[in-house]
């Protein structure tokens, strides 16, 4: 197998892959047009264009990048939420408009903004309207592929940090356990049919890797991060550790996604410069 093919090969993928960089490569070509279209939008929006965010980044498969991870925060009461960026007004071509944007951080040095989030149809999900009226907490989808969350938790239920208290031993028969506890919850989306999926895991890896990175130590908090759930392939929703046949690519103790088998390590966060889609007009 060469280096840059990334099916292994049981997956009798590779006359696929062909198909898909001429797929990706037309996606490409439409997400420029529209950012070249039409670049900035009215103030209930924000322009697309160039892009560079954190990932979980991408080990395998078709996806072209990694998925973009959530900061964020815990409350007093040990609730867990996501960090929306401040909203801001910015001025192109002489017209206002306002966009979700934190040029530094909380000192790392990385400019976090809501265009990190404009991809598969989510731009114009009301949730990425920079002033949408939401407490930002992550809260229980109504279905969830794991055990424990099925037991404990209720559709719309937060997660609170002590939900993780066995993220050290926690396992499901799938891969090695200890590596860390996964949650499926949704963002800023609790009224919308075109939710905001999001992946929580609370890991030592975690807590590890924000000893030495600024970007990390920001992000998280008590080994837990976010990011958001979505391929950047096809759009799918894919899963840590929910299905047994991700060990047939070696992506038992990564996020696999079933549909073309792309694969992202959630505990390795990465830099990845892309387009944005704009936001439409009103």
């Known amino acids: 197998m060469s280096e840059d093919d990334k099916y292994p090969p049981e997956s009798g993928r590779r006359r696929f892959v062909k198909g898909v960089v001429g797929g990706g490569a037309l996606a490409g070509v439409g997400a420029t047009g529209a950012v070249s279209v039409n670049t900035l939008t009215t103030a209930s929006g924000a322009g697309g264009g160039t892009v560079e965010a954190r990932v979980v980044e991408n080990t395998g498969g078709p996806a072209p990048r990694g998925m973009p991870q959530i900061p964020i925060e815990i409350d007093d009461d040990g609730f867990i939420k996501g960090v929306w960026p401040e909203i801001t007004t910015e001025t192109a071509q002489g017209v206002e408009y306002e966009i979700a944007k934190t040029e530094d951080f909380k000192g790392s040095g990385v400019a976090y903004s809501q265009e990190w989030f404009q991809y598969c149809g989510l731009e114009s999900n009301n949730a990425l309207v920079p002033s949408y009226e939401s407490d930002n907490y992550f809260i229980a989808t109504e279905s969830s592929d794991y055990a424990w969350q099925q037991e404990a938790k209720s559709e719309g239920d937060r997660f609170n940090v002590s939900d993780f208290d066995d993220y050290t031993e926690w396992g499901n028969?799938?891969?090695k356990a200890g590596l860390g506890k996964p949650a499926q919850a949704k963002w800023r989306s609790a009224d919308s049919e075109n939710l905001m999926p999001v992946a929580i895991i609370r890991s030592e890896a975690i807590e590890e890797a924000a000893q030495d990175d600024p970007w990390i130590e920001a992000s998280t908090d008590q080994g837990v991060m976010a990011y958001l759930n979505k391929c950047t392939h096809f759009c799918c929703v894919p899963g840590y550790k929910t299905l047994g046949g991700s060990a047939n690519?070696?992506?038992?103790?990564?996020?696999?996604?079933?549909?073309?088998?792309?694969v992202y390590d959630p505990f390795s966060i990465v830099s990845s410069l892309y387009v944005g889609r704009p936001r439409p007009d009103d």
């Open 249 to 262: 690519y070696d992506a038992e103790d990564r996020v696999y996604c079933q549909c073309h088998q792309s």
């Open 173 to 175: 028969g799938i891969g």
